[in-house]
């Protein structure tokens, strides 16, 4: 095997951030910039020699090619061996259960999630480490500071790869072992979930299910699971094949995205049930006829419901949400008497409470729902809770998160975002309301009373290391509160998150629309952080 060692100049600007390094693929394209980030990623982890690697990506456009770039830098690496997705794909779940089932090193996975693919979309790349769970920050810091003076890399030359047919081949020393990218995975699901009784649902005759792949990763995991083995007809699965481009939307399974999935669900003949996920396969939207479940009441009642399916018959340990997610799952836990977890934004901050055992479940506002199962937020996973308490409960979405708010509580909540404005106003605008955040506290807005304004910081409760600058939060006397963020995985300018919740106990209040009943407190953020002067916006591009 012919070894090259590359020379180059470092690139400044490889620092991963809320899940890997995600750029323009044209940015991807640039000579050595791909090679620079992943030798980066082999510098810095230990006990590369030798070890077992797991490889995959959502089949999104350059996937392909960065696939073999990547087989050639690891066998020339002295990586052993690779196991490789068929085609390319593996989801970002089944990595993650991937690394755990064969006991690898770690896992490189290449998506760019939710953000649009093809030639003028983005790309990405993120390394899982042996957990399964994605690099927590000491790594990914040093994978950036590596960047910094990468001075050369080292790749194999090129040569035939037959990623397409199971099987195995060579690079040298490396053995590439091309392996389904669903079964394994699908066969862990069924330890986890009644199978049998969710087939059964699925037979009902008052009962229909629609899922929306949207042409991105899970296509062939719901057509094996949901068609394949639960027997759901093939009418029951949308836009099922994943394309370089994803139909040329945006894989993000959202009222915003997913446009047709809930045209179908909100008319009077639309099926009981609707799903979808991400381009990477690990996030969820879970809907019912005419009804949307918000991502944190998803949690709260996947949370409060646990016991009742097979994998957690046992309870839970405890529950974790990001700071920005509704405080709807802290109702549940304090009701279990468990701990509830608060981290900054990001999978890479329940890695170590899963590792320890302190939670069971964990979850984010933005659609990405998971458990100590695997250590990444989970789609088809989270689908497949839900059809399972459906089939025990024999009740309609709507029905049980209605039960479930009438029991306790109901958090209304929604997002904001304004996309692509311009990364220097942006920050002036979060530098600015850090400058005021004293003066907020004890203040009155339109009758509420501000008692926290703080930036969030977190103390990981098992390695005692500290995360700062997660995002201002006011915190109003009621439990209402306002978060702004910028967003760590846009690739035009910035992305300001404005997240908005209020809590009403009143089931006579429970019917208001969500947008109505935030009212007052959407006008207060845009108020406090003055949005439209710094954006030039008067309206959000994307609500959720
Ligand atoms: C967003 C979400 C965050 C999620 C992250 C990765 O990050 O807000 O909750 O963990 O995407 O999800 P940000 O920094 O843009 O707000 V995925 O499905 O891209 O792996
Ligand atoms: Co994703």
Redo the contacts with the bound molecule.
Sequence with gaps: MLIEIVKISPFDDQKP???GLRKSVKKFQTPHYLQAFVQSIFNSIEGLKGSTLVLGGDGRFYNREAIKIILRMAAANGVSKVLLGQGGILS?PAVSHLIRKYKALGGIIL????NPGGPEGDFGIKYNIENGGPAPEAITEAIYQQSLRLEEYSIAGIQPMPMDKLGSFEIGDLLVEIIDPVTDYADYMETLFDFEKISELLGQADFSMLFDAMNAVTGPYAVEIFQNRLGASETSIMRRRPLGNFGGGHPDPNQAHAKDLMRHLYSATGPSFGAAS???G??NMILGNYFFVTPSDSLAIIAANAHLVPGYKDGLKGIAR?MPTSQAPDLVAKKLEIPCYETP???KFFGNLLDDGRITLCG???F?TGSDHIRE?DGIWAVLFWLNLIAIKQNSVENIVREHWSMYGRNYYTRHDYEGINSAKANDLMDNLKEQLDSFIGKDFAGLKVVVADDFSYLDPVDGSKTEGQGIRIIFENDSRIIF?L????TQGA?L?VYVERYIQDVAQHDLDTQEALVELIAIASVLAEIPEYTGREKPDVVT
């Design positions: 951030g809320t899940s970002t998506s760019a999630s939710h991400d381009g990477d690990d996030r990001s934004t990001g999978w984010e506002e933005s990405g937020k963020r967003s760590g995985t846009g992305t998150r």
